[in-house]
């Protein structure tokens, strides 16, 4: 009987193997991603004449361009998005399925296409040159005066407000009191102002570039570099979002066509009514103020190239809400993030109204 009994379960066990395990239903709806540029050149602004490697000769792509690391960095967050959302995005591309936008700086709009090459290699009816596994995509962009989605920071507004905070007793105070000696020692080797705490975070921005690079840095750069310096740089990130009026200026514009579109969608006005992804090129300001500003993420490095925020709208039982997730390559990211007061999934209309203070009326 034992004998029997198993021979039964062994065949019930032989019918099911090979079956395909049911999948479970999906409940993404629409993506919304920003994302920072790939790796590059260190700006010509924020480079001092002492430096080793101040001559433009360093750096044949030209000042503040993306690396080939750069590249590589950014094709593979486009593969990172097709590995993740493959089934949801499907296998051939059309015009009506991606919003794709940049600022308009060189290293954004070279990213962006770059993202969409490992986002969409052309599949089925795509293909049009079965040797270059590219296709075309396009996107938008706009004069950066007139970019508040994705180039806020160069608004009078804004720098108006931040140099309010930013001078503030209390702000230079604290950073006096952290890094007066490490700008001392800036000073003294580059000449900036020993009080112009701004150039010396673009300062380990440079240093940062340079040793990604592979250059040897001048031999003083250990008493500042990486610290204090980048916590110098993190704590700016903060100044820059220290208050409802900073963060409506950082991120609030973003997050409105964020909330909007995702409203369109459960409303059934969203056009076209396929899209399936919104796309942001940008910078780590971008990232970096828009999870600062949600209160989301604790900041312990700027963020990282090619670092991502992902709005993920799910609609479970019913009920639309956001998944937020941040993809910065340090251990267990992606990572799920909550805002204050909100679970992993938060409904939309909870979510708008815990965000609605740092939204821009117009």
């Known amino acids: 009987m034992q004998t ?7 065949a019930l066990i032989s019918q099911l193997v090979g079956k395909p395990a049911l999948k479970e239903k999906s409940t993404l709806r629409l993506l919304h991603v920003l994302f920072r540029h ?3 050149n260190p700006e010509e602004t924020s480079m001092w004449s002492s430096n080793s490697f101040s001559n433009a000769s360093n750096y044949p792509e030209g000042w503040g361009q993306l690396t080939n690391k750069g590249k590589m960095t950014e094709y593979k967050l486009g593969q990172f998005y097709r590995e993740r959302y ?3 995005l499907g296998d051939t591309w059309n015009i009506d399925y991606v919003d794709f936008r940049c600022d308009n700086y060189d290293r954004t709009k070279m990213s962006g296409e770059l993202v969409m090459a490992g986002l969409w290699p052309p599949r089925g009816a795509n293909v049009w040159n079965k040797g270059l596994a590219w296709q075309p995509i396009p996107f938008e962009y706009v004069p ?3 970019d508040p989605l994705l180039y806020p920071i160069v608004s009078v507004q804004f720098q108006f407000d931040f140099a309010l905070t930013f001078l503030s007793g209390k702000i230079q105070s604290h950073l006096a009191k952290k890094y007066g000696e490490a700008m001392k020692i800036l000073s003294q080797n580059t000449g900036c102002s020993a009080t112009n705490y701004a150039i010396g975070s673009a300062y380990y921005d440079t240093m940062m570039v340079q040793e990604d690079l ?5 031999s003083w750069t250990t008493q500042v570099y990486p610290e204090p310096l980048k916590s110098l740089a993190v704590d700016i990130f903060y100044v820059m979002t220290n208050n409802t009026v900073l963060r409506k200026k950082m991120a609030g514009s973003l997050l409105k066509k964020v909330i909007t579109d995702t409203y369109s969608l459960i409303h059934g006005t969203l056009s076209p009514p396929t899209r399936k992804m919104f796309v942001y090129s940008a910078h780590d300001t971008n990232v970096g103020s828009m999870y600062l500003s949600l209160q989301a993420y604790k900041m ?4 990282p190239y090619g670092s991502s925020f992902i709005f ?6 019913g009920v ?3 998944k937020l997730f941040l993809v910065d390559y340090t251990k267990g990211s992606p990572h799920s993030l909550t805002i204050p007061g909100c679970e992993e999934f938060c409904p939309i209309d909870e979510f708008y109204s815990l965000v609605d203070d740092i939204l821009p009326l117009d």
């Open 300 to 303: 312990d490095q700027p963020p």
């Open 4 to 10: 029997l009994i198993l021979v039964i379960v062994l």
């Open 38 to 40: 790939g790796n590059r």
């Open 214 to 218: 592979g250059f040897k840095l001048d």
């Open 144 to 146: 950066l005066n007139k």
């Open 312 to 317: 993920e709208v799910h609609e479970i039982e």
């Open 320 to 322: 639309w809400g956001l």
């Open 86 to 88: 493959d089934q949801f």
